[in-house]
């Protein structure tokens, strides 16, 4: 268990609509760190948090936007859905900004788009 | 920019016998590398991570890797597979400054391990 809590573990909807990811990081860890997983595209870094500020953006659509509280944890809001954006969706955290690179995953959302 | 490429999507060895998976890296600056290791509907685990000391590096399990400058590498390996070493292994590069690696990690495509009995 590495501490960092995801819900919903799956989520199933229609394209359209709109989604939150919600993510708990674990105890401690200032920094929170979004990523997609699909087959095609493989892992891909999304977005960044470090105490409630956006600090590193990747290949994140307009379309999708995070945000981190003051309780530091998280949430990443898709809308519009497409069919392309059935993935597998990562929250890590790690306790600094920039640390020794090891960041600690949860066990991720499972996002299906019909 | 920086990118990892692992040479092997799938790789299959029986149980007992040795483990090897590729890893090739570019980046401009110096990186830091990482493998990573996802079991079936699990999170990504830290394997191993080299960040500028030692140029062979163990991590858990009975894994290693070995960071190679001149051939841009840092393959995996393992004497000895077990079942439960089955599972997705990912090389994974970072950004460098000063000693310390930035969050946002570059993904290799991953290589699925398969241990047969």
């Known amino acids: 268990d590495s501490g960092v809590t995801q819900t919903p573990k799956h989520l199933i909807t229609a394209t359209g609509q709109r989604v939150t990811l919600r993510c708990s990081p674990r105890?401690?860890?200032?920094?929170v760190y979004w990523y997609q997983q699909s087959l095609d595209q493989g892992l891909q870094f999304l977005i960044q948090?470090?105490?409630?500020?956006?600090?590193a953006k990747g290949n994140i659509l307009e379309r999708f936007s995070a945000q981190q509280f003051p309780d530091l944890h998280s949430e990443l809001n898709l809308s519009s859905l497409e069919l392309g954006d059935s993935a597998l969706y990562f929250c890590?955290?790690?306790?600094?900004?920039?640390?020794?690179?090891?960041?600690?995953f949860g066990e991720g959302s499972r996002l299906t788009v019909l | 920019a920086q990118s990892v490429t692992q040479l092997d999507s799938h790789v299959s060895v029986s149980e007992g016998t040795p483990v090897l998976l590729r890893c090739n890296y570019s980046?401009?600056?110096?990186?830091?590398l990482f493998w990573y290791v996802q079991h079936p509907n699990k999170g990504l685990q830290l394997l191993l991570k080299?960040?500028?000391?030692?140029?062979l590096v163990k991590g858990i399990n009975g894994f290693e890797a070995e960071f190679k400058k001149s051939e841009t590498s840092f393959h995996l390996t393992k004497p000895s597979a077990h079942m439960s070493d089955a599972a997705e292994y990912f090389c994974?590069?970072?950004?460098?400054?000063?000693?310390?690696?930035?969050?946002?990690?570059?993904f290799g495509q991953g290589t699925i391990l398969t241990v047969h009995p």
């Open positions: 890590a955290s790690s306790v600094a900004l920039a640390g020794t690179g090891e960041l600690f």
């Open positions: 105890s401690g860890d200032l920094s």
């Open positions: 948090y470090y105490n409630g500020e956006e600090r």
């Open positions: 980046s401009s600056y110096s990186p830091s």
């Open positions: 080299y960040t500028s000391a030692a140029t």
């Open positions: 994974v590069v970072s950004l460098t400054s000063g000693g310390t690696s930035y969050g946002k990690l570059t």
